[in-house]
């Protein structure tokens, strides 16, 4: 068995030991491990530490995560030859690159921007991110991998190759617009750290269900899997079960029986924006998992639900546009942002909104 395929899997059951020091993120798409050094701790190179406390990680892979300032200590982004001291609190961002089975596809990709570190794409519709359970085929990451000119599995590349195309971020199947993806290991390490440490901006365009109350507001509350249903996901109020999750929404445009709201991210957690909004009580137009795709407000007049349901055949998924997002390129010591126009489906939703909201008005 290879190294790599050795270490990814030595990786994958950590995940399910779900060691204390490890914290996941973005959905599960990188590890975060925190290190006390004991009392009695003799100097020691951090990456001597750490390989001896993480044995799956290589050396190179140390190397590589500190030159991306994925390894600090007591809070600082360290050099690889810092010597751990007693009490010293060694921090590191591991990021999953794809597993090595994946196969490269020929998909259409609507790219924004690239260059030998990063990827910047306007995802469509109905595109799954990763390969998964059900989604083996014709994920953004396999076609990246083809755009890349990988023709096969990241297995068929050679060990020293540069081509490792990977996610730090992600968008559900049915959402749009600007995702970020790394080329390469150590822009990999670096964004992962980036959206870790929370100093990217995210921007989403939604509609949601009903008129919502506040011009403005933030929405706190843990996000964890519903008990209930495996593929779901919900508020904890109480903090005992799931992530802290943060989202702040505005208000751009109201339609009585809808709203149009701009929804910035402090988080990143599965379905954060869905389940948010759906706890707030105004659950995403469209949204088939939450019960977006029923009539949840209006009135109950016969022409109006002929009226919302024409609304939903336009948009049979959930009414969601990541608009914005703006990152530290991994090398070039530039601040990048990037935007995209809402879809078809979703301007001619809110044309049709906007038509009754002016009829009704």
Not at 22 to 31: I, K, M, N, T
């Amino acid at each position: 068995m290879s190294e790599e395929r050795q270490t990814h899997e030595a990786e994958e059951n950590l995940i399910e030991e779900k060691m204390p020091f490890q914290e996941a993120s973005e959905g599960d798409l990188f590890a975060h491990y925190e290190l006390v050094a004991t009392g009695g701790q003799r100097l020691l190179r951090v990456d001597k530490f750490l390989s001896n406390l993480l044995p799956f990680v290589t050396r190179s892979r140390l190397k590589k995560a500190s030159d991306a300032g994925a390894i600090s200590v007591n809070g600082k982004a360290v050099k690889i030859s810092y010597k751990v001291k007693p009490h010293d609190k060694v921090q590191l961002m591991l990021p999953y690159p794809p597993p090595p089975e994946i196969e490269a596809e020929e998909i259409p990709l609507d790219i924004r921007y690239e260059d030998e570190d990063v990827i910047v794409i306007n995802k469509a519709a109905n595109v799954v991110c990763h390969p998964a359970i059900g989604h083996r085929h014709h994920t953004l990451i396999q076609g990246i991998m083809w755009h890349q000119g990988v023709r096969g599995s990241i297995r068929d590349l050679a060990v020293d190759s540069v081509v490792r195309p990977g996610l730090v971020h992600r968008l559900d199947k049915d959402t749009t617009g600007i995702l970020v993806v790394a080329k390469n290991e150590f822009a990999l390490s670096n964004l992962s750290q980036q959206f870790f440490n929370r100093t990217t901006s995210r921007t989403y365009y939604a509609v949601v269900w009903g008129d919502v109350t506040e011009d403005k507001g933030t929405i706190v509350g843990h996000i964890g899997r519903s008990t209930r249903d495996r593929k779901l996901f919900r508020v904890y109020e109480d903090g005992t079960y799931g992530k802290h999750a943060v989202t702040h929404y505005e208000v751009l445009e109201r339609f009585g029986v809808a709203t149009l709201v701009q929804l910035k991210l402090e988080t990143g957690r599965t379905h954060q924006i869905r389940v948010h909004m759906k706890y707030l009580g105004h659950t995403l137009f469209g949204d088939v998992f939450y019960g977006g795709d029923k009539v949840l407000a209006g009135p109950p007049t016969r022409k109006y639900k002929q009226f919302a349901q024409n609304c939903l055949k336009l948009m049979p998924r959930q009414a969601l546009h990541a608009k914005s997002l703006a990152f530290d390129h991994p090398t070039k010591n530039e601040r990048l942002t990037f935007e995209s126009d809402l879809p078809e489906d979703m301007e001619a939703l809110i044309a049709k909104l906007r038509h009754w909201a002016e009829y009704v008005g």
